[in-house]
């Protein structure tokens, strides 16, 4: 088949830092995708919430087309006729002043990083080099060295080092930790609101209001990295919506591309993005007409409040179809809006094995940390194909019982 050769040729030819599934696409619609051999999958990880409007979406296929006969790259030196619109309808829909666009979340969260240090010197007053910005256990926030360097995975850490220094680790999810962790020289406490790498791994509740009131407290920023949680997958715009609370630094990616582009954004108030000057942070790429384009787009799509509508719906079909499931080999389930961590009896096999009998079935799913599987269907997809791809996890798990 030609899908076995395809395989193989890219893994020859790749750096093996990826173990993907044996399957080799070559068109997508919707919530489906299509392999060179003409075989049809139900893609239930959706781009790890980068495809959250589904393959293809018309809008957001049509704004990148026409932009692209239009204008696709002029770098910052200049302005662009796409820039305004971008930046002040994401503005707009975080409630903030101003937008910092860069490309990638790892970007982003660098940037987040560059502000709250640059903001703590100049405007809390935290004495030279000396800041320090408060992350969580079992945190995921991108590749770069400085980001891995305050990971807890050895798999993300062990070997890259050395790492840059002004970061502590809290455990997630606890307030009196945390508190104990803010010092004078805190500048940023920087947490998911849901954990998604981390397995779709959900805070108490009153958690994320309680990081907000010791942020304001302490003269701390908060920055959320809303990244995968965020732009419609929770059922929410944002993930801190869920508690309504609002962070200092929104840091955005993934689904802000639309699946098309790379798109990521930093987006707070002028009085904490205002620290920079010009000269001092920057971007080729970031912000470029194409990606202000397809960025507008789905800012137009979330506006609407269909997508977050559908996640809340489907995340009900989710829930009860994964929470029949617990105790027939699966041990715990975790969901918010339409998105899901699926930890799997060890008994049954490793969330690996279940995903290539998923695969074998019509279904792509991705585990994480051995035994779980996240599930991030694109927003699109219909409760029909939804059902029909839980009844695939239910046989492949019950089937092997
Ligand atoms: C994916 C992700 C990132 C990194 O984004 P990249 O575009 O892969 O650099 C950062 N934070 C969170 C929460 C993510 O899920």
């Known amino acids: 088949m030609h899908s076995r050769a395809e395989f193989e040729r890219a893994e020859a030819h790749t750096a093996h830092n990826y173990h993907p599934l044996p ?34 979406h018309p809008s957001l296929l049509a704004a990148a087309h026409s932009q692209l006969d239009q204008l696709t790259l002029t770098s910052r030196a200049f302005v662009h ?10 503005a707009e829909l975080c409630g903030k002043d101003l937008v910092l666009p860069m490309n990638t979340g790892a970007e982003a969260v660098e940037t987040a990083i560059k502000v709250a240090r640059k903001w703590g010197y100049e405007v809390k007053g935290v004495p ?15 590749r770069t060295t400085t980001i891995v360097g305050f990971s807890d995975d050895p798999d993300a850490r ?8 002004g970061f502590v680790t809290v455990p997630y999810g606890d307030l009196a930790a945390l508190e104990a962790a803010i010092t004078p020289r805190t ?9 998604g790498e981390g397995g779709v791994v959900i805070p108490p509740e009153g958690y994320l209001r309680g990081v907000r009131e010791l942020c304001t407290q302490h003269q701390v920023l908060f920055a959320a990295d809303e990244i995968q949680a965020g732009l419609g997958r929770t059922g929410t715009t944002f993930a801190c919506d869920h508690e309504d609370v609002v962070p200092d630094l929104y840091v955005l990616g993934k689904a802000l591309g639309g699946g098309i ?24 790429f970031g912000g470029n007409p194409l990606a202000c384009a397809v960025g507008l787009t789905v800012v137009e799509l979330l506006r609407t409040g269909e997508f977050q509508a559908r996640a809340t719906d489907l995340g009900v079909l989710l829930r009860s179809r994964l929470e029949a499931l617990v105790g027939h080999g699966v041990v715990g389930v975790r969901t ?66």
């Not at 062990?158 to 220094?165: I, L």
């Not at 500048?187 to 954990?195: D, G, H, K």
């Not at 582009?261 to 971007?283: E, F, I, M, N, T």
């Open 23 to 56: 399957v080799v696409v070559a068109h997508a619609e919707g919530a489906w995708m299509t392999d060179v051999d003409g075989r049809r999958f139900l893609d239930l990880l959706a781009g790890y919430s980068a495809l959250n409007f589904g393959h293809g």
């Open 81 to 90: 006729d796409r820039f305004a619109d971008f930046t002040a309808a994401l």
């Open 128 to 142: 030279a080099d000396t800041a320090e910005i408060i992350v969580m256990s079992g945190n995921f926030h991108g």
């Open 158 to 165: 062990d070997g890259f080092g050395p790492f840059t220094p």
């Open 187 to 195: 500048v940023a406490v920087l947490v998911e609101p849901i954990q």
């Open 261 to 284: 582009v790379p798109v990521s954004a930093v987006v707070a108030d002028r009085d904490v993005l205002g620290v920079l000057k010009p000269g001092q942070h920057g971007s080729t």
């Open 336 to 401: 918010r809006g339409l998105w899901a961590g699926v930890d799997i009896d060890p008994a049954i096999g490793t969330g690996r094995e279940v995903c290539e009998a998923l695969m074998a079935r019509g279904v792509l799913a991705k585990d994480t940390h051995g035994s779980t599987i996240r599930l991030a269907p694109p927003l699109v997809v219909s409760p029909e194909d939804l059902s029909w791809g839980l009844d695939q996890l239910a046989d492949v798990v019950g089937a092997s019982a």
